[in-house]
């Protein structure tokens, strides 16, 4: 069973994950470039990802090798201390490439009955 703690930092990275995925619906690469708010705002929202992602106990990060702990943290120290050389296009791989399947890992880890002792300790990130 999760600690609170860590089930509410996993319930936070998976509604931002989902609103980013869900604000870049229907939308191309280009248009980040375009629009300036539409950028800042997935930023803000992977880098609310890479925060709740640091809050999550060692243990359960163990638990959960296959959610890509380290990179989501890295993104968002890059975006908030490295903010003058962030570039669009990795925000749009973030979002596009790297968010979805996050997300199917935290909702898989969240799901009711879900224990970390019956997942495959082997697998790795599906990258």
């Known amino acids: 069973m999760l600690p609170e703690r860590d089930r509410t930092a996993l319930e936070d990275m998976l509604a931002h994950a989902e609103e980013a995925v869900e604000a870049a619906k229907g939308r191309s690469r280009s248009d980040l470039e375009a629009d300036r708010f539409l950028c800042l705002g997935l930023q803000h929202l992977i880098a609310i990802v890479g925060e709740a992602a640091s809050r999550v ?71």
């Open 57 to 127: 106990s060692p243990e359960t990060r163990a638990a959960y090798p296959r959610i890509p702990w380290r990179p989501f943290i890295r993104m968002r120290n890059r975006l908030i201390h490295g903010y003058d050389t962030v570039r669009p296009h990795r925000v749009w791989d973030t979002v596009t490439l790297d968010l979805p399947p996050l997300i199917r890992e935290l909702r898989t880890a969240l799901a009711p009955g879900t224990d970390a002792a019956d997942r495959d300790p082997g697998a790795g990130p599906e990258r």
